[in-house]
C-alpha cells in the first residue's frame, strides 16, 4: 500500500493503562511506554504533509508543527523512528524541546500538536505523537545518549541567574548552557522542577524523569541552589551586579479561594497543599496520609482538580467527590483525566456551587452546602456564564475541602525598585521576545501569562535564552 495510506490499515493505538484497581494502590504512572514495536507501527501512520511548515511557509492551518508551541520537527523524527534511527530522531526532538520526553507525558497534544495533525480531521484519528516522542527519548536515553548541554561550546564570559525551576527555567537554562553561558539557578523549594516536581503527580509524570534533566545540567555546570528564595529588593540588586543578565521562571503559585462561609475551616485545604503532601510521600516515602478515611470534596474541573481527586483516591480517602459549576463537556481540563478519574471510583457532581461550609463546634468540616447552577448566556470569550438556581441548596457530607480553583500571581517586593511593569492581576509585562521593562531582565511561564501549560513555560523560556544571547551578541 502507498505509504501515504497506511492510517487506513493500522488503527490510531494509544499507550496502554495500568489497570484501575491496581493502579490505586501505588503512586506510579498510569501509561505503559510504547514499546519498539508500537512506536515504529504507529510512526508509519505519519503522512508527512506536504506543506512544508519548517521551510518558513506560513499557513492559518495548524500542523502538528505548527500546533505546538515549540514548533517541533515532528514529521522528521517519526521518520526517523520509522527507520528505527532513534539516535537521529533523538538529535533532533532535542534540538527544539528542552525535554521532549516530560512533554510528550505532561502536555495536552489533543489541542496542540494532535489537534494539529491533518489526520485529526479524518476518522482516523492523529498520529500518537506524544507517545512517540516519549519512546524514542526513553529509547536513546537506555542506549546511552544524552541531550546536549553544550559541554563541547566555548564559554563565552557571560553568568546569568535564573529565579525559578519550573520548566520555563529549566529550558531557559538549556538553551543558554548550549549558548556558552554560565547559569545560577536559584529554588526556594527544597527539590527542583517547579510545578512538575510538586504540582503534577508521580501517576502522571514519575519524579526521577525531572531529577535526570537537572542531573545533566549540573554535570554540564549549572549551579543550582536550592532553598534560596529570592525576593527582597536587596537580593535582586546583588544579583543585578554579580549577573549579566536574569531571568524570571517564579510561577503562579497563589491558590484561588472559593469566596465560600467558613472557608477556614479545619479540613478545607489548597489544592497544592495535598499534591505537595503527597509528591513528597513519593520521595520520602513516608505512609502518613492526612486523608486516610476521610470523604472528600474536590471544588473544581480542570486538570489540578482531576490530579486531586485522583491523589485522594491514592491517598486512601474513603470516598472522593468533584463538584464543578459546568457539565462534563465543558470541563477546561483533559477528557483522558476524567476519563482516569472515574475509572478509578471519582463520583462527579456537575452543575454544583458551593455556597457554604458545615462546621463543627471546633471549626471542623462537616459538609458542604452547595446551590444547583445551569448555563446561561455566552461570555465575550464563548463561553457559556453560570447561573445559579434559586432555592437549589443541598448539602453534600463530607470532612475534607480541596479548592481547586485556579492560580494567582504574587507581586514580589522587588519588582516596583528594579522597575518591572506589571498587569492588572500581578503578572509581569513582557515583550514577543520575553524582555521586561527593565534591560537586564527576562520572564516567561506562568509569572506572564498566569497558570498555563508546562510546553507555553518551555516556549518562553527559550524564547528568552535566544534574546538574551542575542543582547549579549549586540552588547559585545
Ligand atoms: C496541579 C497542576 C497540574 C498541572 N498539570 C499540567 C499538565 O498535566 N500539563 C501541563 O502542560 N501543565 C500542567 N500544569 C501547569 C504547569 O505545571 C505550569 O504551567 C508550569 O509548571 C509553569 O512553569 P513555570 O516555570 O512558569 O513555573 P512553576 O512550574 O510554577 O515553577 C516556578 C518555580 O519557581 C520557584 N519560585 C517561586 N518564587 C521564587 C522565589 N522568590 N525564589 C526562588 N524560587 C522561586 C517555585 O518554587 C517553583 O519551583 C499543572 C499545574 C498544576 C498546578
Redesign the pocket.
Known amino acids: 500500500m502507498n505509504r501515504k495510506k497506511q492510517y487506513l490499515k493500522i488503527k490510531k493505538e494509544t499507550p496502554k493503562k495500568r489497570e484501575a484497581r491496581k493502579r490505586v494502590s501505588d503512586f506510579y504512572p498510569t501509561y505503559y511506554i510504547f514499546t519498539t514495536e508500537e512506536a515504529c507501527t504507529q510512526s508509519l501512520r505519519c503522512i508527512k504533509c506536504p506543506v512544508d511548515l519548517l521551510k518558513g511557509i506560513k499557513s492559518e492551518f495548524n500542523f502538528c508543527r505548527t500546533g505546538c508551541p515549540l514548533n517541533n520537527k515532528i514529521p522528521i523524527w517519526i521518520e526517523k523512528v520509522k527507520n528505527k534511527d532513534i539516535k537521529g530522531a533523538f538529535e533532533i526532538s532535542n534540538e527544539t524541546s528542552p525535554f521532549p520526553e516530560i ?1 510528550g507525558m ?3 497534544q489533543d489541542v496542540l500538536c494532535q489537534g494539529g495533525c491533518t489526520l485529526s480531521k479524518t476518522i482516523s484519528g492523529s498520529v500518537a505523537i506524544g507517545a512517540i516522542e516519549v519512546y524514542l527519548n526513553e529509547q536513546a536515553f537506555k542506549m546511552g545518549l544524552k541531550p546536549d548541554y553544550g559541554e563541547n561550546i566555548k564559554k563565552i564570559g557571560k553568568r546569568v541567574a535564573i ?8 529550558s531557559c537554562a538549556t538553551f543558554l548552557l548550549r549558548g556558552g553561558v554560565e547559569v545560577d539557578m ?4 527544597d527539590r ?10 508521580n501517576f ?2 514519575k519524579k526521577d524523569v525531572i531529577l535526570r534533566r537537572f542531573r545533566w545540567m549540573q554535570e554540564a555546570g549549572m549551579n543550582l541552589h536550592l532553598n ?4 527582597t529588593p536587596e537580593q535582586i540588586k546583588r544579583m543585578m551586579d554579580d549577573y549579566d543578565a536574569i531571568f524570571v ?5 497563589r491558590g484561588r479561594g472559593a469566596r465560600m462561609k467558613n472557608e477556614d475551616a479545619h479540613g478545607v485545604y489548597n ?2 497543599d495535598i ?1 505537595k503532601h503527597a509528591q513528597k510521600r513519593v520521595f520520602e516515602d513516608f505512609y502518613e496520609s492526612i486523608l486516610e478515611g476521610k470523604n472528600v470534596i474536590v471544588i473544581g474541573g480542570g ?2 482538580a482531576m ?2 481527586v485522583r491523589t485522594s483516591v491514592r491517598m486512601k480517602a474513603k470516598s472522593v467527590r468533584c463538584a464543578y459549576r459546568r457539565d462534563e463537556t465543558n470541563m477546561p481540563g ?1 477528557h483522558k483525566e476524567v476519563v482516569n478519574a472515574r475509572e478509578e471510583g471519582v463520583i462527579f457532581e456537575f452543575y454544583t456551587a458551593p455556597k457554604e461550609v458545615i462546621i463543627d463546634k471546633d471549626r471542623y468540616v462537616r459538609g458542604l452546602i452547595c446551590q444547583k447552577t445551569k448555563l446561561g448566556s455566552s461570555d465575550h470569550t464563548g463561553r457559556r456564564k453560570i447561573e445559579i438556581i434559586e432555592n437549589s441548596d443541598f448539602t453534600l457530607d463530607c470532612d475534607v475541602i480541596i479548592l ?1 480553583l485556579g ?1 494567582d500571581n ?1 507581586v ?1 517586593p522587588w519588582y516596583d525598585d528594579a522597575q518591572i511593569n506589571t498587569g492588572k492581576w500581578g503578572n509581569i509585562i513582557v515583550d514577543e521576545n520575553k524582555r521586561t521593562s527593565n534591560a537586564k531582565i527576562y520572564a ?6 498566569g ?7 518551555a516556549a ?2 527559550k524564547k528568552a535564552a535566544f534574546s538574551i544571547l542575542e543582547d549579549f551578541n549586540k552588547n559585545k
Do not use: H
Open positions: 512533554l505532561v502536555c495536552p529565579i525559578g525551576s519550573g520548566p520555563s527555567s529549566m536559584f529554588e526556594k523549594s527542583p522542577g517547579g510545578l512538575l516536581t510538586y504540582g503534577i503527580p502522571k509524570i534560596s528564595n529570592i525576593e521562571g517564579a510561577g503562579a503559585p489544592v497544592m499534591l486538570d489540578s490530579d486531586a483533559s481547586a492560580f504574587i514580589f516567561g511561564g506562568d509569572v506572564v501569562r497558570a498555563d501549560l508546562a510546553v507555553t513555560a518562553d523560556g
